[in-house]
């Protein structure tokens, strides 16, 4: 039986090795990308944590009597 050739597409980029050398660069990069982030406002960060924390307690409230109002028509139905 022949041996099949390897698709070119298949075989590993040399960039994807580890080398230890490499963590200083890894390290650098990350630290520049860092610098790009551009960070919220504590105003605007304060905002919409208010908004989010009343919408989950809004959305809870109505979870909750769904559930309670179900559960009591199932109750009764089974009587």
């Known amino acids: 039986m022949a041996k099949s050739k390897k698709a070119v597409g298949n075989e590993p980029e040399q ?5 230890p050398g490499r963590v200083k660069e890894f390290a650098t990069e ?3 990308e860092f610098g790009k982030i551009v960070w919220p406002a ?8 208010a908004v989010v924390v009343v919408l989950v307690m809004i959305i809870s409230f109505y979870l909750g009597a769904v559930d309670l109002l179900l559960g009591k028509i199932i109750g009764y139905v089974l009587r």
């Open 30 to 32: 990350v630290k520049n």
């Open 15 to 19: 960039e994807s090795v580890f080398r």
């Open 42 to 49: 504590k105003k605007q960060t304060v905002g919409t944590t």
